[in-house]
RNA sequence: CGGGGUGUAGCGCAGUUUGGUAGCGCACCUGGUUUGGGACCAGGGGGUCGCAGGUUCGAAUCCUGUCACCCCGACCA
């Protein structure tokens, strides 16, 4: 019996391979992960992995350990499930939502499952890092966390349980904190191409829970992505949507006198603009939404041509906003708000930066079926403070350099974090410095989802047949096909070949027997890189076929050279 | 949490409108013929039709409830 998935005979690997779509999936990386018995749902965002998916996996996770032992982490282990009270030290046990798994032990302490470590970390190092002298330093885990997910969705690309890479970083310096997080910036570069990742940029990102002040995520550039990003590609300027700003062209209108206008029935900005014959950068938007701690509605008004950026909004007002659609009881005329006589008292009002020094501009009357044309923001609006809290479009001018900005779609594969003092401070922990001072250390982390990145790398890598894995990844580099497996000369030369070769390789050997078609079928969907296919017709003179699974590569060999052969593709391949 | 959809064998599906013995293709097992892109012949195993109630002589099918999964939105290191 084999011992090992390092070499594997196919006839014994578990995972059934099927042909058909599976009807729930519809990324690639998931239809070929189901098909090719890479891994099964066990319920709604929670997977295992079968052995080709687990080596994979394995394999990512060793380049991660080796980067980051190369900027000098040292590796830990952190518990999955952790008591409340760290939470509520850090006063996330309250903040976070219904996401964190919160549960009773045995005894009726509150527990939770672990969705990210930060307070274990801090746990961890106040109580050995207690002198300057210890820092800086980093540790890191590679551990699986849970997250109940509202939605769960695509594979193994948004699941409630995954193994992820954290890293945390103590430092006595925000400048020190600084030059590290460059360090880690660039390991990560090198992670994504160590496993095959190509169109990974850094963007600025929203720090959300967190806390923190800079931020910055690794996003896998790919149409399926669930994250938009903002990027120039005349400067260096590239940000998540969420926090993306961009210099919004003014109108150049005239001034005009205030009129109302009667507009039966017409409660939207596209209607509105249409009735009217004027522009809907000539309008005001009202958009209303209500604040998690339910204390009044906020209206935003915003000119018509742009949307509310809710994560911006949710900075400006403090607390999380969420669109309102009940109107009852807020005083408010719906689909006819407007700035001007706002009856104000019982709502946050936030003017979004796009309508500063606009003129011309018509918004609701604040009673059914008007409007008022002719706003001029600054003569008419008694405004205190504009924020920016509009979302950028596609085109608009970049905020650096002036020309177009790009839009895109994203998977986050990685992320990292300036956190300063949040969790330091809040959870108590010191150390003494040089001058037998107390000081409260800063602290980075750093963040990696392996399974996420595993399904990013066949996005990037496959065809219509299945993954074509880089050599980095790849479940196993080599994979013998034996045509006519029948003849004894295929059959000895194929586990002769098998036997030699996972001395130095990880290698599959296809012994079922099987016809061509199922086996080549089989063969792409386990994608590994290099293919070696024997035969009857091949057999008779002595050699054998090398194909590459991408196709560039295809040779007929000599049997006794396949060794070095198989050695020098293996430098060509990705 | 809102909107939509689907639950029948491991996978893909038909059957439900109009109630009457549980079906098909692939996969799986046995034997045989095959073998350069999912080949063929013969035989076989596998289902409380998501679950619970109800109507009925009789329910996959009709009614009520419930659960799960998928998609869109909300949400999200």
Redesign the pocket.
């Known amino acids: 019996m084999e011992r090992s998935t390092k070499y594997m005979l196919l006839s014994k690997l578990l995972g059934?391979?099927?042909?058909?779509?599976?009807?729930?999936?519809?990324?690639d990386s998931?239809i070929f992960m189901?098909?090719g018995g890479y891994v099964r749902?066990v319920?709604?965002?929670?997977f295992s992995l079968l052995p080709p998916a687990t080596r994979a996996a394995k394999k990512i996770e060793q380049i991660i350990r080796e980067e980051m032992d190369a900027i000098d982490g040292q590796e830990v282990l952190f518990p999955v499930v952790l008591p409340a009270e760290l939470w509520q030290e850090s006063g996330r046990f309250e903040s976070?939502?219904s996401?964190l798994v919160r549960f009773k032990d045995r005894t009726g302490r509150d527990m939770v499952l672990?969705?990210?470590?930060e307070e274990a970390a801090v746990h961890m190092a106040r109580g050995e890092a207690k002198s300057y002298q210890k820092y800086p330093f980093m540790i890191y885990q590679i551990q699986t966390?849970f997250?109940d997910?509202?939605?769960?969705?695509?594979g193994l690309v948004?699941v409630r349980e995954f193994t992820?890479k954290?890293a945390y970083s103590f430092h006595t310096s925000q400048e020190d904190l600084e030059a590290y997080y460059e360090r880690v910036l660039e390991a990560y570069y090198r992670i994504f191409q160590r496993a095959g990742l190509s169109n990974v940029i850094a963007i600025q990102?929203?720090?959300?829970?967190?806390g923190g002040c800079k931020?910055h995520?690794f996003m896998y550039l790919s149409d399926v992505g669930?994250?938009t990003i903002v990027y120039c590609e005349h400067c260096d300027y590239k940000s998540n949507m969420e926090v993306a700003v961009s210099h919004i062209q003014k109108g150049c209108a005239e001034e005009q006198e205030i009129r109302e206008v009667h507009t039966p029935g017409i409660k939207d900005i596209a209607s509105l603009a249409e009735f009217l014959n004027i522009k809907e950068s000539q309008t005001i938007k009202a958009a209303v939404f209500f604040r998690r701690d339910n204390e009044m509605p906020v209206v935003v008004f915003i000119r018509g041509d742009l949307q509310v950026n809710?994560?911006k909004l949710?900075k400006v007002v403090g607390t999380?906003?969420?669109?309102l659609n009940d109107t009852t009881g807020t005083g408010l005329c719906f689909g006819f708000i407007g700035p001007y006589n706002l009856n104000a008292e019982n709502v946050q009002v936030i003017f979004d930066k796009s309508l500063e020094g606009e003129k011309n501009l018509t918004c609701g009357a604040n009673k059914t079926d008007y409007h008022l044309m002719g706003i001029s923001v600054s003569r008419d609006l008694k405004v205190d403070k504009f924020y920016d809290v509009s979302k950028v479009n596609e085109g608009d001018a970049c905020l650096y350099c002036g020309s177009p900005l790009k839009v895109s779609r994203g998977i986050?594969v990685?992320?990292i974090?300036q956190l300063g003092t949040k969790y330091t401070e809040s959870m108590n922990m010191q150390y003494m410095d040089e001058e037998g001072k107390l000081k409260t250390p800063i602290m980075g982390?750093y963040?990696?989802?392996v399974g996420r990145l595993l399904a990013c790398v066949i996005e990037d890598n496959h065809d219509e047949?299945?993954p074509i894995w880089p050599k980095a990844v790849a479940p196993w580099l080599i994979h013998i096909c034996m045509?006519?497996?029948?003849q004894p000369e295929v059959n000895d030369l194929g586990f002769k070949l098998y036997n030699e070769l996972k001395k130095d390789w990880d290698v599959l050997l296809d012994d079922?027997?099987?016809?061509?078609?199922?086996?080549?079928?089989?063969?792409?969907?386990l994608g590994a890189p290099v293919?070696i296919?024997?035969?009857?017709?091949?057999a008779a003179n002595g050699q054998?076929?090398i194909?590459t699974r991408d196709?560039k590569i295809?040779k007929?060999v000599q049997a006794e050279n396949v060794r070095q052969e198989v050695s020098s593709i293996l430098e060509q391949v990705k």
């Open positions: 059934e391979r099927f042909k058909e779509k599976p009807a729930d999936a519809f990324m998931h189901l098909r749902q319920s709604n965002g929670i976070v939502g996401e672990g969705m990210t470590h966390k997250r997910e509202p939605r769960a969705r695509g948004r992820m954290d990102s929203d720090t959300g829970m967190m931020a995520e669930e994250d809710e994560v949710k999380e906003v969420f669109p986050e990685g992320n974090f982390c963040g990696i989802g047949y299945g045509l006519n497996q029948t079922r027997g099987a016809a061509a078609g199922v086996q080549f079928a089989d063969a792409d969907l293919r296919i024997l035969s009857k017709r091949n054998v076929e194909v196709k295809k007929l």
